[in-house]
Every structure is written in structure tokens, then in C-alpha cells.
């Protein structure tokens, strides 16, 4: 066997790891700019320490691969149908999070004077109104236009869909990290805000894992694609903070849009494509089951992590 090859007679992800070390090497170095400044309150706020914490909370989504690494199987057969259900559970507890955070902008002012829920509800139809027009535009390219070797045509368009809705709802959450940054506690409600995010980022990064791992990607790219997904973040957040008063009354519709795009797909890609591999009883008991745990568990670590703090909910 050649050197260069694993033990299993497969090349290396030589592209994931260059990818990987890029990511890295980012991510070190913007620290040494913030490090400094970051929880000093007398120090003003820029866009470049907004855009670092926006990059850390993309980063956090890589993390959901982690589990990944102490198990070299990929789930087949009926196992794919119990990441899809897993997948689904956590998109729909993430997805009815956007909608609460959403309805809880009163003090943020909108269009035309609405509230908050004749901002959000428009905002989640045309979310489920975009996943249907890009799945008609996807079906379109079933023969050969959507090859990758190894994966069926039906596998491309879904890992395109979840890549997509993922990368879409992350939109809004980093106009919310360059809003919380511009508020009236500055940096103490933007970490606050993209440290929550950061923890909320880590259970989606594994419902995108799930379902990408399951087809077959590697755990390098896998990382690397979770982290695409929320890209937006640290892209959003910037001009978000720049131009707040532009950026606020968009808010709650992209919140409802992000939240429609996500829940179309959860229930009616990814559940319905589990209940044909393990069957709607077992379906629904491992989605209950992951929409739960994510919900509880985002709850406990937000609780220990900013137990004690003090922040001004009128700023949200």
C-alpha cells in the first residue's frame, strides 16, 4: 500500500484539511486585534470586532461534527431515516425559536407601524413560498445536471436544500448580532447575543451533519460545509451594525422567512424521507425526542453560561 494512503485504501481529504487550516488560521488571526478590547466597555465598538464575533459563531457551527469523529461508521438504511428524523426534530425546535425571538420585537419599530406578528407571518409564508419555487427549480436538473459521484440525484437536491435553508436563516441571525451591537450596552448585549448564538449554532451544525454524513460527505467537509451555513453571520452583521436604523424593522420578517424555509423542509423533506425508512412511528418518537433535547438543552447551557448577568431585554 502506497504511503500516502489510509489504512482503508482511501486518499486523504487533502482539500478538507487545506480548507480546515484556512478556517484556523482566520480564526487566529483576528484574535490578537479583539483580545484587548473585547470586554472593555470604555472602548468604542468597530465592524471589525462585530464581523470577529459573527466569524466565532460560524465557527461553532463545525462543532456539531465533532461527535462524528468517535464513530468511522456512516449511517445506511434504516439509519439514514433516523438521522432524517434527528435532522427534522432539531430544524423544527430551531425554526420555532426564530419565530418566538421574531415575536418578541415590540420595541423594535416596522414597517408601517405593524406588529410584530404581521411582520413575521408574511415573512414565513414567502420563507415556504422560496423552498417551493427552488425545489421546482432543482427538479429541473434530476438527469446528470446535478451528478456527484456517488450520491443519487434525490441525495443532491436534499443535501442543496438543507445547505441552503441553513446558510438562508442565518441571514437574520447576524442582522440580530450587528443590531445587539449597536444598541445601547454595546458590547456587553453583543457578546451576550453572539455567544447564545454560538451555543444555538452547535446543535444545527449537527442536524446538517446528520444529514450530510449520511450521504456520504467526510467529516472535514462536512465541518466545513456546516460552517458555509453561516457564513452570513459575520457577513450580515457588519452593514447590520453599520446601518441599524435600516436593518431593525427587517428583522422579524426575516426571522419568519428564515423560520418558514426551515420548517417546510424539516417536515416535509427530511421527516417524510424518515418515515419511509424506519417507518412513522419510530419517526416520530426520535423527532419528538431531538426537538425536546435540543430545546432543553440550548435552555441549560445559555442558563449556566449567562447566569447572573444583567441585560436589558428592551434592547433585543
Known amino acids: 500500500m502506497m504511503w500516502y494512503l489510509r489504512s482503508d485504501g482511501t486518499y486523504p481529504d487533502y482539500i478538507g484539511w487545506v480548507m480546515l487550516a484556512v478556517v484556523v488560521i482566520v480564526t487566529i488571526a483576528g484574535y490578537p486585534i479583539v483580545a484587548g478590547t473585547a470586554s472593555d466597555a470604555e472602548v468604542p465598538v468597530t465592524a471589525w470586532h462585530v464581523w470577529y464575533f459573527g466569524w466565532l459563531t460560524a465557527v461553532s457551527t463545525g462543532l456539531g461534527v465533532v461527535p462524528f469523529f468517535f464513530s468511522e461508521k456512516v449511517p445506511q438504511d434504516v439509519y439514514l431515516g433516523v438521522s432524517n428524523a434527528l435532522a427534522a426534530g432539531m430544524m423544527i425546535s430551531a425554526s420555532l425559536g426564530l419565530l418566538w425571538e421574531g415575536m418578541d420585537t415590540h420595541d423594535i419599530p416596522g414597517f408601517f407601524g405593524y406588529k410584530p406578528f404581521w411582520r413575521v407571518m408574511p415573512g414565513f409564508v414567502l420563507g415556504v413560498l422560496n423552498i417551493l419555487l427552488?425545489?421546482?427549480?432543482?427538479?429541473?436538473?434530476?438527469?446528470?445536471?446535478?451528478?456527484?459521484?456517488?450520491?443519487?440525484?434525490?441525495?443532491?437536491?436534499?443535501?442543496?436544500?438543507?445547505?441552503?435553508?441553513?446558510?438562508?436563516?442565518?441571514?437574520s441571525e447576524g442582522i440580530g448580532i450587528g443590531v445587539s451591537f449597536g444598541g445601547k450596552s454595546g458590547t456587553q448585549l453583543g457578546q451576550f447575543i453572539s455567544l447564545s448564538l454560538g451555543i444555538h449554532n452547535i446543535p444545527e451544525g449537527l442536524a446538517v451533519a446528520l444529514v450530510m454524513r449520511s450521504r456520504g460527505f467526510t467529516k472535514l467537509r462536512t465541518i466545513i460545509w456546516c460552517i458555509f451555513t453561516s457564513l452570513p453571520q459575520p457577513i450580515m452583521a457588519v452593514p447590520a451594525f453599520l446601518f441599524i436604523e435600516n436593518f431593525e424593522p427587517m428583522l422579524a420578517a426575516g426571522l419568519?422567512?428564515?423560520?418558514?424555509?426551515?420548517?417546510?423542509?424539516?417536515?416535509?423533506?427530511?421527516?417524510?424521507?424518515?418515515?419511509?425508512?424506519?417507518?412513522?412511528?419510530?419517526?416520530?418518537?426520535?423527532?419528538?425526542?431531538?426537538?425536546?433535547?435540543?430545546?432543553?438543552?440550548q435552555e441549560q447551557m445559555k442558563g449556566s453560561i449567562f447566569d447572573g448577568e444583567t441585560i436589558d431585554s428592551s434592547e433585543f
Not at 425545489?135 to 441525495?155: E, F, I, S, T
Not at 437536491?157 to 442565518?170: D, E, G, Y
Open 134 to 171: 427552488t425545489k421546482r427549480v432543482l427538479a429541473k436538473y434530476d438527469h446528470g445536471a446535478l451528478a456527484v459521484p456517488h450520491m443519487k440525484a434525490q441525495d443532491v437536491r436534499k443535501v442543496i436544500l438543507i445547505v441552503f435553508v441553513m446558510t438562508l436563516h442565518s441571514v
Open 256 to 297: 419568519g422567512f428564515a423560520a418558514g424555509a426551515m420548517i417546510y423542509v424539516a417536515i416535509f423533506e427530511l421527516m417524510a424521507e424518515a418515515v419511509e425508512q424506519c417507518g412513522p412511528v419510530r419517526t416520530g418518537v426520535i423527532a419528538t425526542a431531538a426537538f425536546f433535547l435540543m430545546t432543553v438543552s
